[in-house]
């Protein structure tokens, strides 16, 4: 590494905040929760999947409180709102969609309504950074919301858990299996495409707490 190189990278290090490091904490539950989704389809334990479960509120909090610290310590910065929303990516996109897989959407329709739903996860990220700061409107935080926020997949988590609480993953999932054309179509995976619909409108605004 260059002395440039270096000087760079001790410059990030220096810009991050307390804040960052809770975002951090929520990329690192997400992850987790990933990974409890992979280790579950080999294994078969419940104990794996509700772990990846457990791990989307606990995603959730690192979400909350990192905006609050970094309002109370008036430590935002772009730098700030890459990390979150690189974060939400992996904990209320990506882990959702894993643990959907997991629990047993795995028809042809199933993955593309995964897939379409972390698509418009992401979209929906992109979307607020660029419009953050005129939804804000001169104050320290948006006014409100286009489309659902990413972190609402946790309810689609919680639904998984009690399927998976109540033994109705794999071939006895809710509500069944459909055979499309050329591919399955679990009905409960229309559920990430409802979300991922929702998180993409334009016209659905909710007022930010």
Not at 53 to 60: R, T
Not at 76 to 100: C, Q, T
Not at 121 to 131: D, I, K, M, P
Request: one cysteine or more; hydrophobic letters at 50%.
């Amino acid at each position: 590494m260059n002395p440039d190189q270096r000087r760079k990278h001790f410059s990030m290090i220096r810009g991050m905040h307390l804040a960052d490091l809770f975002t951090l904490g929520n990329a690192a539950c997400g992850v987790g929760g990933v990974f409890c989704a992979m280790v579950y389809v080999g294994s078969q334990s419940l104990v794996h999947f509700l772990a990846a479960a457990a791990l989307a509120p606990a995603a959730f909090i690192f979400d909350v409180l990192d905006g609050r610290i970094a309002r109370w310590r008036h430590t935002h910065s772009a730098l700030g709102r890459e990390l979150d929303s690189l974060a939400d990516v992996i904990s209320f996109g990506v882990a959702p969609a894993a643990l959907g897989f997991a629990a047993g959407l795995r028809g042809g329709w199933d993955w593309a309504a995964l897939i379409y739903f972390v698509c418009c996860g992401v979209s929906r990220l992109a979307r607020y950074n660029v419009t953050a700061e005129k939804l804000s409107e001169g104050a320290d935080k948006v006014a409100y919301f286009e489309g659902t926020p990413i972190p609402t997949s946790v309810l689609l988590t919680g639904v998984l858990a009690i399927a998976a609480w109540r033994d109705r993953l794999g071939e006895d999932i809710y509500w069944g299996v459909w055979s499309l054309g050329f591919a399955d179509l679990h009905p409960l995976a229309l559920l990430f495409v409802l979300s991922g619909t929702l998180m993409i409108s334009k016209t659905l605004r909710i007022p930010k707490l």
